[in-house]
């Protein structure tokens, strides 16, 4: 049974910083592809970051630049490291992971339950 428990979330003023965490349980990273997505109150649930089996990266627009989707292999941890942080990054952010993904696909399979990330100007 596949886990993802989103961690890290919370308030930060534009330009700061956070980091996000997903520890998966029942899944490792060289499974499939891993990554992130986000949903801002009225919209639609949106990919920011994933990463694949070969280790390439791929990031939305909005966040190319300020964003880095990186694994923990022995912590079974995928990490969103979120730099230089603006207002309409404001979202829950949800983990999530799959057996396979083309490149520039998001994982949709499993996902975990989400963390909230504000930030203020």
């Known amino acids: 049974q596949v886990k993802l428990v989103e961690s890290g979330g919370g308030s930060a003023q534009a330009g700061g910083s956070l980091r996000l965490s997903c520890a998966a349980s029942g899944y490792t990273y060289s499974s499939g592809c891993m990554g992130w997505f986000r949903q801002a109150p009225g919209k639609e649930r949106e990919g920011v970051a994933a990463?694949?089996?070969?280790?390439?990266?791929y990031y939305a627009d909005s966040v190319k630049g300020r964003f880095t989707i990186s694994p923990d292999n022995a912590k079974n941890t995928l990490y969103l490291q979120m730099n230089s942080l603006k207002p309409e990054d404001t979202a829950m952010y949800y983990c999530?992971?799959?057996?396979?993904?083309?490149?520039?696909?998001?994982?949709?399979?499993?996902w975990g339950q989400g963390t909230q990330v504000t930030v203020s100007s």
């Open positions: 999530a992971a799959d057996v396979w993904c083309s490149y520039s696909d998001y994982p949709r399979k499993y």
């Open positions: 990463i694949y089996t070969d280790g390439r990266t």
